[in-house]
């Protein structure tokens, strides 16, 4: 009965929205993972049929005594009703459902007559279509070997180099970033030896945004810092873009997030990441290791509002909450992630700083990127948004103009569309410091320079 547990509990965390599916699922040990991951989604495919039953069905008001989770009983109920039975011994929570079989199978019956449905299958929730439009991207892990090999490797195994949406056993490079292969969606790579042993990451296109632009530096005095590094991927492409050298700190707060990000970051081989379960925020910038990072990664939590993927669309999305719920729950994502923009500026050798989302709305984007600008610690430090040429400059898609203070500076921004990019809804922006000088600490410059020029004062005679 632990199995039905554990799925209820993901089911539990999806709806208090605390991430994705596949995030959600990647948090579970590892040796029950597949198992539970199988009954979660499958439930979740039928989740309106099943709660229709249930509520007809009158079962937790009947049984509120033995069960007290409606998502437990939803995982029991689709064992019973879609999966053959509850795969588990007596005991007092299954007792409860199977005294409501007849009545909960009767009433699924009556759903199906209802709706025209021939098979049970017919009443699982339809995907989205925009995902079956996106490939399945690949990044190769150069630090165990090259793209070069890596497409060698997957043409000696029968792919070919072409358009990945001709056959399923076509593929091709991305443009954009070149450790990146891209195959046909239906192509499953769970088995695939080098997924297995961390030789490729299964890494949407977008998401390999972030780390691209940073562009940490690749040299054994590098000092970089991941912000809120779990699961891992980015984290994982920062240390292969860093060659392996110099030194990489992961932050993350979240414990069971921060054992998934340590399994990912050994089965990429990340030997210069530092893993640390802590609050970024909660980091002192001068405390002296990390006050030397130059580079600086965030991407915060945020609405998710663009993750088109081939799990979520089973989720209700923000779009379908109410419009004064949702705003509320904006403001508070986009008020944490400028806090933690304004800490990342503190840090006193910080020259780069990258702040992503996977959201579409402007409010967590460009209106937290103008607010960003405003802030007193973008002031004294100097910061200013890098210009296109150093932001992705060949991605046609930038910022929303009109989210901008000044609208111009929607250029130096990237954004990916769901509908139109192949790639999930994503936000990236870069802030460099700048070499101008502040117009205070100029005035006390060219007071010295006026008394230099005047060579030195004269002692007064006492």
């Known amino acids: 009965m632990n199995f039905y547990f554990e799925a209820s509990k993901v089911l539990d965390r999806l709806d208090a929205k605390q991430g994705s599916i596949k995030g959600i699922l990647a948090t579970l040990p590892e040796k029950s993972r597949a198992r539970t991951a199988a ?11 099943l709660l229709d039953v249930i509520k007809a069905s009158k079962l937790l008001t009947e ?3 033995k069960i007290t989770s409606a998502n437990l009983a939803l995982v029991l109920v689709h064992d019973v009703l879609l999966s053959g039975g509850i795969q588990a ?29 021939k098979y049970d299958h017919d009443l699982a ?3 989205d279509e925009r995902a079956v439009r996106i490939p399945r991207y690949v990044r190769v892990n150069t630090l165990l070997w090259t793209t070069g090999e890596a497409i060698r490797y997957y043409t000696e195994k029968g792919f070919q180099l072409s358009d990945p949406f001709t056959s399923d056993k076509a593929f091709v490079q991305d443009e954009h970033i070149l450790d990146l292969l891209l195959f046909n969606p239906h192509v499953q790579f769970n088995n695939d030896m080098c997924y297995k042993t961390g030789k490729i990451i299964l890494q949407d296109k977008a998401s390999c945004f972030p780390a691209t632009v940073l562009a940490p530096p690749s040299d054994d005095h ?42 990912m970051l050994a089965k990429a081989t990340c030997k210069n990441v530092e893993a640390i379960n802590i609050d970024f925020l909660k980091i002192d910038p001068l405390t002296p290791k990390y006050a030397k990072a130059t580079h600086i ?7 998710g509002s663009g993750i088109i993927n081939r799990l979520d669309h089973l989720l209700e999305t923000l779009e379908n909450e109410e419009t004064e719920e949702q705003e509320e729950r904006l403001k508070k994502l986009a008020t944490f992630q400028l806090m933690m923009i304004r800490h990342a500026m503190k840090f006193p050798s910080a020259q780069k700083i990258v702040y992503s989302t996977c959201s579409i709305h402007a ?10 600008l405003k802030s007193e610690e973008a002031q004294r430090g100097n910061f200013k948004l890098a210009p296109r040429e150093d932001v992705l400059p060949k991605w046609h898609r930038r910022g929303l103009p009109e989210g901008m203070d000044s609208s111009k500076d929607a250029s130096s921004l990237v954004r990916c569309s769901p509908d139109s990019d192949a790639t999930n809804g994503f936000f990236v922006s870069c802030f460099i410091k700048s070499t101008r000088v502040p117009a205070d600490d100029l005035g006390t410059i060219q007071r ?11 002692k007064k005679k006492l």
């Open 39 to 49: 009954l979660v989604i499958e439930t979740l495919k039928y989740k309106a049929v």
């Open 63 to 65: 049984e509120k005594k």
């Open 89 to 117: 011994g007596d005991g007092p929570v299954k007792q409860a459902i199977l005294r409501h079989k007849t009545r909960l199978r009767s009433e699924f019956q009556r759903i199906k007559i209802k709706r025209g449905a």
């Open 125 to 127: 929730h339809s995907g």
């Open 222 to 263: 590098g000092v970089v810092i991941d912000a809120t590094a779990a699961p891992g991927n980015k984290t994982s492409h920062l240390s292969a873009l860093m060659g392996g050298k110099g030194q990489l700190y992961a932050f993350e707060r979240d414990k069971r997030r921060f054992s998934t990000l340590q399994t």
């Open 297 to 303: 990664l965030l991407d915060p939590s945020c609405s």
């Open 363 to 372: 409010v967590e984007n460009e209106r937290v990127i103008c607010e960003a």
């Open 448 to 458: 010295k320079r006026k008394r230099s020029d005047k060579g030195p004062r004269k």
